[in-house]
């Protein structure tokens, strides 16, 4: 008798360590599959961030002029220009610009400019975006609205575009002149743009960017913007007018704006599929080691069930009887996926994992 009922307590340890085990693997997988949905939707919301201007009608071209073949910088301004003229001659190219930095790499700065009269606390790191040099028509081409006029210094005059962040961290100031603390020069605020995402789309949308407009391209290397309802065609016409122009030259940077609009979100849309995989595989084996307990607990109790019928108990019951040990083993698992998919948002939106 002892023998015996050692042996029914064990075979009920082990029932209920193989159900506990079914309603851990159920919620494993419901965890996994809220994750991905968490994480689709972060894709989802990244895509739909508008930088503040029309990057996937960009395509970027980066190039360095030797110094032996363009020693001045006349003769670097000279081909700038022929450059320019060239790209804005092919088809469906709307215009030619300049930046300073590739999309979605910025540069840094921990000094920038503020009003003559301004005594308030200095600049966070995390306010600052860009400094960018390049051509008076920057921002027309790009597509971002400015408010006054975007002009290049002359006679000795500096001129400046700021962000609308900028006013907001400062006030209004255009018209104003803006300089460094300490230093005697200063720059005239001719245009107010509005907001653009240059440093990611992950980052807030309202850092600092400032903008100084040249007259012409006097340096060794630049980066040309052109602005072009068919991307894809104007990348493989580019090389071909640079080598005519020197064939000595190649591009060092040559991509689409949508190639580095997408790049900003693979991570995300990396993890939603995987997740989304692991899930939905999970959840297959989940179901699979339901079937085999409920199974196997009906196999053990058949006796118990004939007994029951015997007895006057009907089909229902006996049916119900099994389906009810299922879905509770599911219920319990689903229970703690939800539960686990709760913390689990939380953790990602306090990380700023989800946009």
């Known amino acids: 008798l002892l023998t015996e009922g050692a042996g029914r307590s064990l075979a009920r340890g082990t029932a209920g360590l193989r159900s506990t ?43 360095s002029l030797p110094e032996a073949r363009y020693p ?5 301004a000279a081909f700038w220009s022929s450059a320019i003229e060239r790209l804005e001659g092919l088809p469906g190219v709307e215009g030619v610009t300049s930046m300073g930095n590739p999309f979605f790499r910025s ?21 600052f975006a860009t400094t960018d040099f390049g051509l008076a028509n920057h921002f027309e081409v790009l597509g971002t609205p400015v408010r006054g006029a975007v002009r290049p210094g002359g006679d000795g005059e500096r001129t400046v575009v700021v962000s609308e962040a900028y006013e907001r961290r400062f006030g209004p100031v255009l018209g104003d002149r803006i300089g460094h603390p300490g230093d005697s020069v200063s720059y005239l605020v001719t245009g107010v ?19 100084y407009p ?35 030259l190649r591009p060092n940077e040559l991509a689409t704006g949508s190639t580095a609009l997408a790049a900003q979100s693979t991570l995300e849309r ?72 709760l913390a689990l948002s939380r953790t990602l939106a306090s990380t700023c994992l989800l946009y």
């Open 72 to 76: 001045t910088p006349d003769d670097r």
């Open 107 to 127: 540069s840094f700065a921990r000094r920038i400019p503020v009003p003559a009269d301004w005594e308030g606390a200095p600049l966070e790191d995390s306010e």
């Open 214 to 248: 040249q007259a012409r391209l006097v340096n060794d290397s630049h980066r040309l913007v052109l602005r072009t309802q068919r991307p894809e065609a104007t990348l493989d016409m580019v090389p071909g007018i640079i080598s005519a122009m020197d064939p000595g």
């Open 21 to 63: 085990l079914v309603a851990a693997q159920v919620a494993l997988a419901v965890l996994l599959v809220t994750g991905a949905s968490l994480t689709f939707r972060s894709w989802r919301s990244l895509t739909a961030v508008d930088p503040g201007y029309r990057i996937s009608e960009m395509v970027l071209v980066g190039l």
């Open 270 to 341: 990396f993890s939603a599929l995987l997740l989304a995989v692991l899930g939905g595989t999970g959840l297959l084996l989940a179901g699979a080691g339901v079937y085999a307990v409920v199974a196997l607990t009906v196999q053990r109790r058949t006796r118990e069930m004939g007994l029951r019928m015997a007895l006057g108990a009907v089909r229902g019951n006996v049916v119900t009887m099994v389906v009810r040990h299922g879905m509770l083993l599911t219920g319990v698992g689903i229970g703690l996926g939800i539960a686990g998919g």
């Open 193 to 211: 743009a509005a907001d653009m995402r240059t440093w990611s789309l992950k980052a807030d949308g309202d850092r600092i960017h400032l903008f």
